[in-house]
C-alpha cells in the first residue's frame, strides 16, 4: 500500500464531527498528512475544547504552523480546514456542505454520543445517530469521485448478552439504550445504503472502537473528564458502575485504524471488510475504577471516588471487542497499553492546567504516536 503520507496529501476529505472530540484529533491528524479536510459540525459542545485550542481553521504563514510540529519538518501544505457549523439533521445544509467540499474520502463522525444523553432526550439522539446518518449518505450519492466512506458508529451496537465475551464483527446487533440502540440502526442504514445505492461504486464501511480516552475531552458524564474536574476541585469521582469493564484505549489507537481503513477500501476494496472492530490489547479490558486509581496516579492526586447519588440508567457490566480482523486484514494493532495510556491522558491535562501552549502540547503527542506506530511490530 501507498504511505500515508503519500496517500493523504491533497486528498480531498469531509469530516462530520470535527468540533469534538474525537473529531477534532482525527481532523489534526489529516491535517498533518497534507489533506484538504472540511469539517461539518455543531459549534464545539464544551468550553474549552480541544477544537478551539488546536485553531485548526486558522491560516498559517507559509512554511510554519504555529505551535504544531508535524514529525519535525516543516511544511508548506498545511492547509487550514474549511469549518462548517451546521446541524446534521438539515438536509438542505447538509447537501449543500457536501456538494461544496466534493470530497474523495468521508469520515462520520458526528453523533449524539452520551449514552445518559440518549435517556435523556431519545428522539433527537434518534434523529441525529440515525436519520443524520441516511441524509449525509443520500447526499453523497450523486458524487462522482468519491473514493469511501467510513462511518464511525461505536463497540455499543452489538446485542450484549452479559456474558463479556469479545464481541466479532459477525455477531447480531442491538443495544438496549438509546444511544447504543440508534448506533446499530446507523450501521443498518449504512449497509442499505451500500446495497442499494452503491453497489459497485465507492465502499461504505463502518468502524466500531471501544472507550476512548485522551487529552482534550470535556464532555458532560465522562470518566476521564469528571476525573479531571473532580482532582481540580480535590473532591471524589462520583462512579454508577464502579466495576464496569470496559475496552480502554488512548483516542490516537482508533484514529489511526480508521485512516488505515480508508485507505485500504481505497486501493484494495474487493479484500477489504465493510465492518471492523478496533479496541484494545485484552490487557486493558480495565474496570472503572481502575482508570479513576490509575489516573490519579498519573496526574499526581488521588481523588478517590464515590458511589453516584440518586438512580442510574443500566448499564452493560461488560463489554469488550476483538479486533483481530483489523489486524489480519489491516495490519494494525494498538501500541499503547494501558498505562501509558493513562500516563499520555495525564500529560496533556497536566499541561493544560500549567497553562502551556496546547497545539504545541497536542502536535508532540501526535508526532510521538506516529514515530511510534512506524516503528511497532
Known amino acids: 500500500m501507498t504511505s500515508p503520507a503519500d496517500f493523504w496529501r491533497g486528498r480531498a476529505v469531509l469530516l462530520t464531527g470535527h468540533t469534538g472530540f474525537k473529531g477534532a484529533w482525527l481532523c489534526h491528524w489529516l491535517q498533518t498528512l497534507g489533506a484538504k479536510v472540511t469539517g461539518f459540525s455543531l459549534p464545539p459542545s464544551t468550553a474549552p475544547s480541544l477544537w478551539s485550542l488546536l485553531q485548526l481553521d486558522t491560516a498559517a504563514p507559509p512554511g510554519r504552523r504555529d505551535g504544531i510540529p508535524r ?5 508548506d501544505d498545511v492547509l487550514p480546514v474549511r469549518s462548517v457549523i451546521g446541524d446534521l439533521r438539515d438536509a438542505a445544509l447538509v447537501t449543500a456542505a457536501v456538494s461544496a467540499a466534493d470530497p474523495q474520502v468521508v469520515f462520520h463522525l458526528a453523533a449524539q454520543a452520551l449514552v445518559r444523553e440518549s435517556y435523556r432526550d431519545p428522539l433527537a439522539t434518534y434523529a441525529t445517530n440515525v436519520m443524520g446518518t441516511a441524509l449525509l449518505l443520500d447526499a453523497l450519492r450523486p458524487l462522482r469521485r468519491l473514493q469511501c466512506v467510513v462511518i464511525v458508529t461505536s463497540d455499543k451496537v452489538y446485542a450484549n448478552d452479559g456474558e463479556g465475551r469479545p464481541f466479532t464483527e459477525g455477531d447480531r446487533l442491538g443495544g438496549h439504550d438509546p444511544y447504543s440502540n440508534s448506533k446499530a440502526c ?124 440518586g438512580p442510574s440508567p443500566p448499564e452493560a457490566r461488560a463489554l469488550t471487542l476483538a479486533s483481530t480482523l483489523a489486524q489480519s486484514r489491516l495490519r494494525w494493532r494498538p501500541c499503547l497499553d494501558f498505562d501509558t495510556s493513562l500516563a499520555w491522558t495525564a500529560e496533556w491535562y497536566r499541561a493544560y492546567t500549567a497553562g502551556e501552549d496546547m497545539a504545541a502540547v497536542s502536535g508532540a503527542q501526535l508526532s510521538q504516536y506516529r514515530n511510534l506506530e512506524s516503528t511497532h511490530p
Request: proline residues 9%; aromatic residues 10%; glycine residues 10%.
Open 186 to 309: 446507523a450501521e443498518l442504514v449504512a449497509a442499505s445504503y451500500r446495497e442499494s445505492f452503491f453497489a459497485g461504486r465507492a465502499p461504505i464501511a463502518t468502524a466500531r472502537a471501544g472507550n476512548v480516552i485522551g487529552g482534550g475531552d470535556w464532555s458532560p458524564d465522562r470518566l476521564i473528564p469528571d476525573c479531571v474536574r473532580a482532582l481540580s476541585a480535590n473532591e471524589p469521582v462520583a462512579l454508577r458502575y464502579p466495576d464496569a469493564v470496559r475496552p480502554w484505549q488512548h483516542v490516537f489507537e482508533p484514529l489511526s485504524g480508521y485512516l488505515a481503513f480508508a485507505q485500504a477500501l481505497v486501493e484494495t476494496p474487493d479484500t477489504t471488510p465493510r465492518a471492523l472492530n478496533f479496541g484494545p490489547d485484552p490487557t486493558a479490558f480495565r474496570t472503572v475504577r481502575d482508570v479513576v486509581t490509575g489516573f490519579g496516579a498519573s496526574f499526581g492526586g488521588k481523588p478517590g471516588w464515590t458511589s453516584a447519588a
Open 71 to 75: 514529525d519535525g519538518v516543516l511544511r
